[in-house]
C-alpha cells in the first residue's frame, strides 16, 4: 500500500471514529502534536493552533448541537503530503447554538477539506471551505417555521 493510499484510509477512519461517532479522546491517535487550522471562514478556531486536548475541545463543542452529524465522504484524493475530502454532512439541530434554539430539524451542508499529514502519518492541520451560508439559512428557516407551530 503507497503512502497515499495509506493516508486516505487513515483519514476516512479518523472522519467515521472522531467525527462521525464523536469518540473525541480517539482524536489522539491521528493528530499530531500541533494542529493547525489554516483556513475555515466562520470556524471559531479559523487560524489557531491546537494542541491535542485542544483538539478534542474542539470535537466535543462542534458536535454538541448536532451529536447525530455524519459525513458521507464523496472523494478522497491525495498529493504530496495531504489528502483532500469532499463531503456532504447532515445532523440533527438538537442543541441550541448562538441565536438558533434547538429545532430538531435535520441540517445539510457540503465542503471540502484539505488535511495535512506529517511523516508519521499524523494529521497537522487543514483548510476548508463549506456553505456556511447555507447553513444559516437553513436554521434561520427552521427557527421560523418552529415559531409557527
Same mark, same amino acid.
Given at each position: 500500500m503507497t503512502a497515499m493510499e495509506r493516508r486516505k484510509q487513515r483519514l476516512a477512519a479518523f *472522519? &467515521? !471514529?472522531v467525527w462521525d461517532e464523536g469518540d473525541s479522546g480517539a482524536a489522539d491517535n491521528y493528530i499530531a502534536d500541533m494542529y493547525t487550522i489554516h483556513h475555515d471562514p466562520g470556524d471559531p478556531w479559523e487560524g489557531k493552533i491546537l494542541d491535542r486536548a485542544g483538539f478534542r475541545d474542539r470535537v466535543r463543542k462542534s458536535r $454538541? $448541537?448536532?451529536?447525530d452529524q455524519r459525513f458521507d465522504i464523496r472523494g478522497l484524493f491525495a498529493d504530496g503530503d495531504s489528502v483532500v475530502m469532499t463531503w456532504l454532512w447532515n445532523g440533527t439541530h438538537q442543541s441550541d447554538l448562538p441565536g438558533f434554539a434547538a429545532t430538531g430539524q435535520t441540517i445539510r451542508t457540503s465542503g471540502v477539506t484539505a488535511y495535512m499529514f506529517d511523516s508519521e502519518d499524523r /494529521? +497537522? @492541520?487543514h483548510w !476548508? *471551505? +463549506?456553505d &456556511? /451560508? @447555507?447553513v444559516f439559512q437553513q436554521l434561520q428557516r427552521n427557527r421560523q417555521d418552529h415559531f409557527r407551530s
Amino acid at each position: 500500500m503507497t503512502a497515499m493510499e495509506r493516508r486516505k484510509q487513515r483519514l476516512a477512519a479518523f *472522519i &467515521r !471514529q472522531v467525527w462521525d461517532e464523536g469518540d473525541s479522546g480517539a482524536a489522539d491517535n491521528y493528530i499530531a502534536d500541533m494542529y493547525t487550522i489554516h483556513h475555515d471562514p466562520g470556524d471559531p478556531w479559523e487560524g489557531k493552533i491546537l494542541d491535542r486536548a485542544g483538539f478534542r475541545d474542539r470535537v466535543r463543542k462542534s458536535r $454538541a $448541537a448536532f451529536p447525530d452529524q455524519r459525513f458521507d465522504i464523496r472523494g478522497l484524493f491525495a498529493d504530496g503530503d495531504s489528502v483532500v475530502m469532499t463531503w456532504l454532512w447532515n445532523g440533527t439541530h438538537q442543541s441550541d447554538l448562538p441565536g438558533f434554539a434547538a429545532t430538531g430539524q435535520t441540517i445539510r451542508t457540503s465542503g471540502v477539506t484539505a488535511y495535512m499529514f506529517d511523516s508519521e502519518d499524523r /494529521l +497537522t @492541520g487543514h483548510w !476548508q *471551505i +463549506t456553505d &456556511r /451560508l @447555507g447553513v444559516f439559512q437553513q436554521l434561520q428557516r427552521n427557527r421560523q417555521d418552529h415559531f409557527r407551530s
